[in-house]
């Protein structure tokens, strides 16, 4: 099992709709989760750190589920600028070289 | 303010050929790194430094080295390039280590191309 899956996509909606990803990982030591954006040929950005009483930012709201060890990013009124990869990140804090991103979920927003 | 730079932006190399990629990153960060991203794969960390003259290996260091001899510079080397290293690579700095909270910077990437 990979340590950080998540579903590759691509999620096709219109715009103003509402989409929501999950990422699910296997390390329970885990303890920082980011979504971290990434636009065709870019590099990837940050766009949240994910709290464990749930967090939001605009139309962005993160959520994690420590006992089902999963993350989840759920996207309102969406936006032709939404269209990216999103990246799941988790890092359980002991090692700089335990920071394992996810392969990414695409999205196009469509018009 | 550039944030994070790195050079060049594409190459292409014939196996066996060397090269070496620069980082620089003028935000006074401790911490920079080195990931490459395939298809499919995700980011995966080849190799990391916590500081000036220090480096560490990540998860997949085989066949790369690296060197931190200012602390705004992270220079990352293929010694013997070869088809497998085919990739893009991001370098990236924080301000402190990702077990913080403290995001991580990434420059714009290298396109390598091994044949």
């Known amino acids: ?111 | 303010n550039a944030g994070v730079t790195q050079t060049p932006k594409f190459r292409v190399l014939k196996t066996g050929q060397s090269m070496t990629l620069l980082c620089a990153q003028d935000m006074n960060h401790e911490y920079m790194y080195w990931y490459r991203q395939d298809p499919g794969m995700g980011l995966r960390l080849i190799h990391y430094s916590v500081g000036e003259g220090t480096t560490a290996k990540g998860e997949v260091p085989d066949g790369y080295n690296v060197s931190r001899l200012k602390k705004q510079n992270f220079l990352l080397g293929l010694e013997s390039a070869a088809p497998s290293q085919t990739s893009v690579y991001f370098c990236a700095s924080s301000a402190t280590g990702t077990g913080g909270t403290y995001e991580q910077y990434f420059g714009p990437g290298t396109r390598l191309t091994v044949t």
């Not at chain 1, 954006?37 to 749930?54: A, F, H, I, T, W």
Request: proline share 5%; charged share 20%; with cysteine.
């Open chain 1, 1 to 111: 099992r990979k340590e950080v899956e998540q579903d590759p996509g691509p999620f096709n909606v219109p715009e103003g709709a509402t989409v929501a990803f999950n990422c699910t990982y296997s390390n329970s030591a885990s303890q920082s989760f980011f979504w971290y954006r990434q636009d065709c040929r870019k590099e990837p950005k940050l766009l949240m750190s994910v709290y464990s009483s749930g967090n939001e930012d605009g139309r962005f709201t993160a959520q994690l589920n420590r006992a089902s060890q999963y993350i989840s990013l759920l996207i309102r009124d969406s936006k032709l600028s939404d269209s990216a990869t999103y990246l799941c990140v988790v890092n359980d804090r002991t090692s700089y070289d335990k920071v394992i991103f996810g392969p990414g979920t695409s999205l196009s927003v469509i018009p």
